[in-house]
């Protein structure tokens, strides 16, 4: 089976501190990606990467950064966390085209 | 970048009754994935469409993509309390970026 883990599964964190968040999947896979999830906005795309050091920007990327060095392992960096960061995030990693989620971190940030 | 757009937002029926979710895209999809996530869980694939007006079934679900590409829909007949959920839709566009749809909330009652 597919695993996808994510370092914490809670975590909370002061405003303006810098914050990793980290992502393994075993399955050598090409693509990964970081969401956040919000009530009534759905999953939406922050970075994706399709090989080691390739990123990509998703649809909201401001406020964050990622990091790629192995294939796998993907870091969703917060340079500066501020309250509206405050949310669920999820891993995902695929080959082709089914995507396997881990768990999510839900961030806090006070 | 892609966007999707899901209806409703939110249905509740009664255990038995049928349920439908629409995706809806501005523009034309090479090919779309549907994902279910339970409260409190990460989501889960669950199909691929990638011919215009394919359909596919999984038991009680019934999967289509449009004959113009743009949208798909997800029908669940006689609905059961299992079938809780949100349930995306999800293009994947060429750069095998995988972008969600603003979900659909099914809850059922028994």
């Known amino acids: 089976d597919v695993k996808v883990t994510q370092s914490s599964r809670y975590l909370v964190k002061r405003t303006g501190e810098k914050v990793f968040l980290e992502c393994v999947q075993d399955?050598?896979?090409?693509?990964m990606f970081w969401y956040r999830q919000d009530p009534g906005l759905g999953l939406r795309l922050i970075y994706f990467s399709y090989d080691v050091k390739m990123k990509e920007k998703g649809d909201i990327p401001e406020g964050y950064s990622v990091s790629r060095e192995k294939k796998e392992r993907f870091s969703l960096i917060l340079e500066s966390a501020s309250t509206n960061q405050t949310s669920m995030y999820l891993c995902?990693?695929?080959?082709?085209?089914?995507?396997?989620f881990g768990q999510g971190t839900r961030l806090t940030v006070v | 970048g892609q966007q999707v757009m899901q209806i409703p937002q939110y249905q509740h029926v009664q255990e038995g009754e049928d349920f439908t979710t629409y995706c809806n895209s501005s523009t034309t999809l090479s090919n779309i994935q549907w994902y279910k996530q339970r409260p409190g869980g990460h989501p889960v694939f669950l199909i691929q469409?990638?011919?215009?007006?394919e359909v596919k079934k999984q038991k009680r679900l019934t999967f289509q993509f449009g004959e113009a590409k743009k949208n798909s829909s997800l029908h669940i007949t006689a609905t059961q309390t299992t079938d809780v959920g949100t349930y995306f839709c999800?293009?994947?566009?060429?750069?095998?970026?995988?972008?969600f749809g603003t979900g659909t909330r099914l809850l059922v009652s028994p």
């Open positions: 399955m050598d896979h090409e693509n």
């Open positions: 469409l990638v011919k215009s007006g």
């Open positions: 999800a293009p994947l566009d060429g750069f095998q970026k995988l972008v």
């Open positions: 995902a990693s695929s080959l082709n085209y089914e995507a396997f």
